[in-house]
């Protein structure tokens, strides 16, 4: 907790921390400088209190006991990360917000908030064609990006906000990012990953995080499809297997 309060800007009391050493095999693939500093690497992480207890009263009232809370992130990754020792950017394209994250050795490294989502393409889309939201909405997954070009605009801000992350890791790290993996419900909006491949020299692809478990094989397709959406879910799970 003294070390803590360095790096938390808020009182420690009104958070709950958890943290884990980084395995001392990933440190070879450090730079030189860095595999030089005398002490263990340390992942921390803090949630607010109020937040925890929010989980709390809503699984109480469910019904249900979890057997651990997770942060989203953590989740995401575990669903959407393969290990290697290049970084990986993961693109979270939720409905009010896009968070990116870079994932190295199965740890979380930088996580960022985009103020875009699938939502403002909605809303474009429907300022564009004077329509309803719900007619919008209905048009969007019907179509994909070839109904509006304003929608399109949208994915090419949170795009562009993404490749600024992208470009500011590679420089600050001095490392490449070998993949954009796409997650989250946006990501399954036709055409998003053909708009994403312009923004980044690394390979983009979208989450499949169904083949990390076992499923029947006649719903193959419709899981591919699906998969972006359901990769928190997933890397959850993951977590309650390997326990």
Known sequence: ???????????????????????????????????????????????????????????????ISPRFYEVEAFSMGRASYEHTTAPTMIIDMGASGTRVYVVEFGIIGIAH?????????????????????????????QKGLGASETGTAVLEFIFSEARRIYLTYQRKEEKSISQVVLVGGGAELSGVSQIATRF???????????EKVAAPAFIADVLRTTGPSFSSAIGLALRALQK
Do not use: C
Not at 36 to 57: C, M, P, S, W, Y
């Open 1 to 63: 907790p003294l070390e803590a309060r360095k790096y938390i800007p808020v009182p420690v009391s009104e958070v709950s921390l958890d943290w884990f050493a980084i395995p001392e095999e990933e440190r070879q693939f450090l730079k030189p400088q860095e595999r030089e500093r005398i002490g263990t690497d340390v992942l921390l992480v803090a949630i607010h209190n109020q937040v925890l207890e929010k989980f709390q009263q809503i699984t109480k009232h469910a019904g």
């Open 113 to 141: 908030t985009i103020a875009r989502g699938a939502q403002d393409v909605t809303l474009a889309l429907a300022k564009s064609q004077d329509m309803t939201f719900p007619e919008a909405e209905n048009m969007k997954r």
């Open 200 to 210: 980044f020299d690394a390979p983009v692809s979208l989450g499949a995080p169904f």
